[in-house]
Every structure is written in structure tokens, then in C-alpha cells.
T-cell receptor
Framework: GENVEQHPSTLSVQEGDSAVIKCTYS??????FPWYKQELGKGPQLIID?????GEKKDQRIAVTLNKTAKHFSLHITETQPEDSAVYFC????????????FGKGTTLSVSS | EPEVTQTPSHQVTQMGQEVILRCVPI?????FYWYRQILGQKVEFLVS????????KSEIFDDQFSVERPDGSNFTLKIRSTKLEDSAMYFC????????????FGNGTRLTVT
């Protein structure tokens, strides 16, 4: 089955710096890669996703890149702000409703002002 | 914005007891999911449900677990005889199923088995 590895487990940056979180996956059949942000006491919230027919996607300060050949994808947050502090999870699945999302172990991002 | 709601937010139960966790998915969503997160660990898939049937389930979802859509709005997860290792945060999620529509998660129920 699919296995998703995520690095680093913790990341501390200064406000205004960029943050990069990297994930690798094992199943070449996976073609949907969402990123979730989890704040304390809340459920995961989707922040951006990418499908395998796209190499990069941006949404304001957030971007995701995908390298299908190498089976890795990354989250880039620019101009970080204290409110970006949270746990970030990458995930992978086959592009089909009802199929399992396989999550990475999460990255705790701390942005200090 | 519509959201997935879960009740209760915290449930404490004794080992061996049955628990039912409740969820109200977003109203026009057709696919429903349960995930769990043991403290400090990754979010793990338990089961997906569509058209009153289980679509997919993980190894974790053994005979102690069951899901049900008892009416038009609720989606429940039942654990028949709880074990200490069932202590975790349980998240319900739903999606429309169109294309690869994203999963919308609730805020979870923290289950503590003593």
C-alpha cells in the first residue's frame, strides 16, 4: 500500500522567511496530493492540492510542486506570518472518490515574530 | 461556509464499553469518512462510506468497528468493546465525490478509554 514520508517533523522560522516541507510517496498509482493545516483543537483544513497532471500550483503565499518521476512533492510558504504556525500534513491518494487519503506524519511549523 | 459537525467533542469511557461517535456531514456531500489520530501521530484512514455501503476500509477497521447512516443527516461510528488503544481523536470527513473533490473534516471527537 501507499506510504507517505514527510520532513522535517518540526520547523522554526522567523516571520517573513520562507518555509519548505517535503514529502515522498511510494505508490506510483497515486495522483492526488493535498496539503492540510491543523490548528490546535481543530480538524485538518485543506490549504492546497495538486494533481499529477500539474507540476506546480500557487495560491497567494502558498505553492506546491510535484515531481512524479522522483515521487516527491513539496509545500512552499513565503512571507510567513505567526498565524501560519500549525501542524501541516501532506497526503496522497488515487484520484477517486471514496479512496483513502494516506497522510504523512506532519510538520509542526512555528513562526516567531 | 457549511461544515462537518461532530459530537461529542470529548468522550470518556471504560474499557469494554460501547461508544457511538456522531457526525453530521455537509448536506450535499455523498461520501463520508472516518479517520483517527492517536496523540502526536499521523492521521489514519479508517473507513469510507457511500450509498449506504462501505467503499473502502483499513486494517484498523476490524469487527469491533461499524458505521451507519441512520437517517438523512447523521453518520455514526460505533466501537463495540473499547480497548485502551482506541484512545484517539476521531475525525469525520465528507466530500461531494465530484471529480476529486476535497475532504472536509470536522473538529473531531477525543475518545479516552480508561
Amino acid at each position: 500500500g501507499e506510504n507517505v514520508e514527510q520532513h522535517p517533523s518540526t520547523l522554526s522560522v522567523q516571520e517573513g522567511d520562507s518555509a519548505v516541507i517535503k514529502c515522498t510517496y511510494s505508490d506510483s498509482a497515486s495522483n492526488y496530493f493535498p496539503w492540510y493545516k491543523q490548528e490546535l483543537g481543530k480538524g485538518p483544513q485543506l490549504i492546497i492540492d495538486i494533481r499529477s497532471n500539474v507540476g506546480e500550483k500557487k495560491d497567494q503565499r502558498i505553492a506546491v510542486t510535484l515531481n512524479k518521476t522522483a515521487k516527491h512533492f513539496s509545500l512552499h510558504i513565503t512571507e510567513t506570518q505567526p498565524e501560519d504556525s500549525a501542524v501541516y500534513f501532506c497526503a496522497a491518494s488515487i484520484n477517486q472518490a471514496g479512496t483513502a487519503l494516506i497522510f504523512g506524519k506532519g510538520t509542526t511549523l512555528s513562526v516567531s515574530s | 461556509e457549511p461544515e462537518v459537525t461532530q459530537t461529542p467533542s470529548h468522550q470518556v469511557t471504560q474499557m469494554g464499553q460501547e461508544v457511538i461517535l456522531r457526525c453530521v456531514p455537509i448536506s450535499n456531500h455523498l461520501y463520508f469518512y472516518w479517520y483517527r489520530q492517536i496523540l502526536g501521530q499521523k492521521v489514519e484512514f479508517l473507513v469510507s462510506f457511500y450509498n449506504n455501503e462501505i467503499s473502502e476500509k483499513s486494517e484498523i477497521f476490524d469487527d469491533q468497528f461499524s458505521v451507519e447512516r441512520p437517517d438523512g443527516s447523521n453518520f455514526t461510528l460505533k466501537i463495540r468493546s473499547t480497548k485502551l488503544e482506541d484512545s484517539a481523536m476521531y475525525f469525520c470527513a465528507s466530500s461531494t465525490g465530484a471529480g476529486n473533490s476535497p475532504l472536509h473534516f470536522g473538529n473531531g471527537t477525543r475518545l479516552t478509554v480508561t
